[in-house]
């Protein structure tokens, strides 16, 4: 007999990445490992994409380095999907703030 894994999966269909981390939409990561964003084919560009992590939504969100201390971030292009960085993997709740213009993105989630 053949056992089926269900793996949690979700697509955000209206994710703000604004230019402050307070404007940014704040994503719920705890039931998943991982997932793709994708930046819409819009005017102007997003630059790169930076993420900050909290332990509880609505809670005190901190920028997300890597082990040497460098800011977890992703050069985006319009027009193009990116896997989310797997320092994630360990965060409740995270947003993206981008560097230069704001944007509604679709992030896609499996866990």
């Given at each position: 007999m053949t056992k089926r894994i269900h793996r949690w999966s979700t697509t955000l269909s209206s994710v703000v990445v604004?230019?402050?981390n307070t404007s940014s939409t704040?994503?719920?990561?705890?039931?998943y490992a991982g997932?793709?964003?994708?930046?819409?084919?819009?005017?102007g560009a997003i630059g790169n994409i930076t993420f900050e992590v909290s332990d509880k939504k609505g809670g005190?969100?901190?920028a997300l380095e890597d082990s040497g201390g460098t800011a977890v971030s992703i050069t985006a292009e319009i027009n193009k999907g990116y896997p989310l960085p797997d320092e994630l993997f360990g965060a409740n709740h995270f947003r993206m703030v981008a560097a230069t213009n704001a944007k509604t993105c679709?992030?896609?989630?499996k866990g």
């Open positions: 604004d230019t402050t704040e994503v719920d990561f705890s039931e997932g793709v964003v994708y930046v819409p084919n819009v005017t005190t969100y901190h679709i992030v896609t989630l």
